[in-house]
């Protein structure tokens, strides 16, 4: 597989006018027609079988947590006292908490909170470290001060700093954004901050490879500016590991929340997340140990399907695999 | 090797004192108040002598620079006058915990072997799981023992500690009854019977610590030795009629370990945070416990204390990992 075919530019980042015709190799010819590279892609990806069911399952998660509450109509916060400590009923399917709250209802209400979570702070980790990555490993100069802060970064211990983030900014995000909006944004600005760093070195790592390649000769040759060489030539040809970082991201970003909530440290109390869910229930674990499983079983069916997802978009987007 | 590891040392100061500055800053920007549990009965004259007293009343960089100096000077003072009885430390004053106004350091001693015995017994137990797991796993490549493999590596890597803990506590604490779910401390082990308590209580907080240890760190083993168990040296072994069993434990082993030793020691800092958790789940008083106790009580020396000395264990064990690469792998010595 020659470089050309490696460089057909994403629809999102180049405009469509300038996608090249893709170029088969000598050899393709041969063998079977030309197709595209994300047909290529997506053939590899369902011949993982781990994968494609993680991936069917993350859909059906976000499918619940989202757009479930639309044909669920319990309100999560509605508090019945008469109907606490049910089991599960045709009513409710995983029964009542303590305070007679409907737990399937809770269970999506806090589902969307650590998906939103999850998934925000993924894109905000993705962003900071692509940047990073990319200036880093583009601009020679920006590269040792770069690579250091990244350094000092991981050298953080995380978990009690983020824990330490938690108890200082809390205060003035709640007087600001409101308790909700302010402990979001908080969450999610500080895991963001805090695990951009793999994805920076593997983008740097990439970003090193490729710029010694012809094709960014070629390009400077004819003119290419820094700009357009970045977004046209070199981001397109990393984003393989950037979608797979994006994966684990979104995996590492809930349990991180998760734990906060555990630790009493995320959302306020009647602000259901799956870790708080989780949080509350231990309370009760002598007498009704099922309502630890539900939120428990929730977070680790994400998590794993995440996992496989990602297991199986990193086979499919390395070149060297596919056809195998 | 020499000058590199000592070029590693010398880089490691800066680094250090830049981490603790950071964490210094972050704290000073806490809304908490120190006074807050003082009665309101109080004088604010009064309260006011009682923040200075806690070393409140100077300038940020005053403090810093005494917070340097009380650990890096006189903490270790007092550590050689505890072990020879010598009194260099004398009348100098200590990091101070708010919550207890007793010396920090000492609190951190009390807790360290709790945290030791349980994360030190699980990291153990996890590597001794995981290497013949992904040995057997990557000799076996696509067998059901290798698929098994990977299945129970990604629920290690999917199952947080707080969840697998909890499950473990209802099955084996609640439903069955075999094992205590608190973790006492004050136990002592004296004879037989003692010590057959003690394993009882460490077997779960350890075993969920395993789980997570032996998901990483089969994974790293097999892909090492696949790396490995195709190279040229393996034919040559095999064609030399050597035993298939001395061509994949002597030599692919061998090779196949190098990368495998510097990811258990990477992997010792981070196990100390994830620690954290798991002390929570099984109440064991250890420093991870300690930690949240302080950040819940606004006990900023502890918390300052606390977070530099996991910022110490991930430099340490980054740089011991970087030394024990040079020293297995001659081929990337620093020279």
Known sequence: MTDKDRLVPDEGLAPASTVLPAAAGPLEEFTRPPRSQWREVWGQFKSHKGALYGGILFVLIIGWVYLGPLLWHLDPTLINIRARNQGPSLAHPFGTDQLGRDTFARMMAGGKTSVSVGITAMLLALGLGSLVGVLAGFFKRLDGLLMRMTDLFLALPLLPLLLVMMLLFREPLNAAFGPEQGIFILIVVSIGVTSWMPTARIVRGDVLAIKEREFVLAARSIGTRNSMMILRHILPNVLSPIMVSATLGIATAIITESSLSFLGLGFPPDFPTWGRLLFDATDYLQQYPERVIWPGLAISLTVLSVNYLGDGLRDALDPRIRGR | ?335
């Open chain 2, 1 to 335: 090797m020499l000058t590199f590891t000592v070029r590693r040392l010398v880089l490691a100061v800066p680094t250090l004192l830049f981490i603790s500055l950071v964490l210094f800053l972050l704290l000073e920007l806490a809304p908490g108040d120190p006074m807050a549990q003082v009665p309101l009965t109080v004088p604010p004259e009064v309260k006011e002598k009682m923040r200075e007293a806690l070393g409140l009343g100077q300038p940020g960089y005053v403090r810093f620079w005494k917070w340097l100096v009380q650990f890096f000077w006189i903490e270790p003072q007092v550590l050689i006058d505890h072990y020879l009885g010598t009194s260099f430390s004398e009348g100098d004053l200590r990091v101070i915990s708010w919550q207890t106004r007793s010396p920090v350091m000492d609190i951190v001693i009390q807790r360290i072997p709790q945290t030791l015995w349980v994360v030190g017994t699980a990291y153990v137990v996890g590597v001794l799981i995981a290497l013949p797991i992904g040995i057997y796993s990557a000799y076996r490549q696509y067998s059901w023992f290798d698929q098994a493999g990977t299945f129970v590596s990604m629920i290690g890597f999917s199952v947080p500690p707080f969840f697998s803990g909890v499950l473990v506590i209802v099955i084996f604490s609640v439903n069955l009854g075999w094992f205590p779910s608190i973790y006492d401390t004050t136990h002592k082990v004296v004879d037989w019977d003692s010590f057959v308590i003690q394993l009882r209580q460490m077997i779960m907080p350890v075993m969920v610590l395993a789980l997570q240890i032996t998901a990483q760190i089969s994974r790293f083993m097999r892909a090492s030795m696949l790396d490995n168990l195709n190279q040229d040296y393996v034919r040559t072994a095999r064609a030399k009629g050597l035993g298939e069993k001395t061509v994949v434990l002597v030599h692919v082993l061998r090779n196949s370990m190098i990368p495998v030793v510097t990811v258990i020691a990477l992997g010792v800092p981070s196990i100390f945070g994830g620690a954290i958790i798991t002390e929570q789940v099984f109440k064991v008083n250890g420093i991870g416990q300690l930690l949240i106790g302080a950040i819940q009580a606004n006990d900023l020396p502890m918390v300052q204390t606390l977070t530099f000395i996991f910022a110490v264990l991930i430099v340490l064990f980054n740089l011991i990992a970087d030394v024990l690469y040079g020293l297995l792998d001659p081929r990337i010595r620093y020279d």
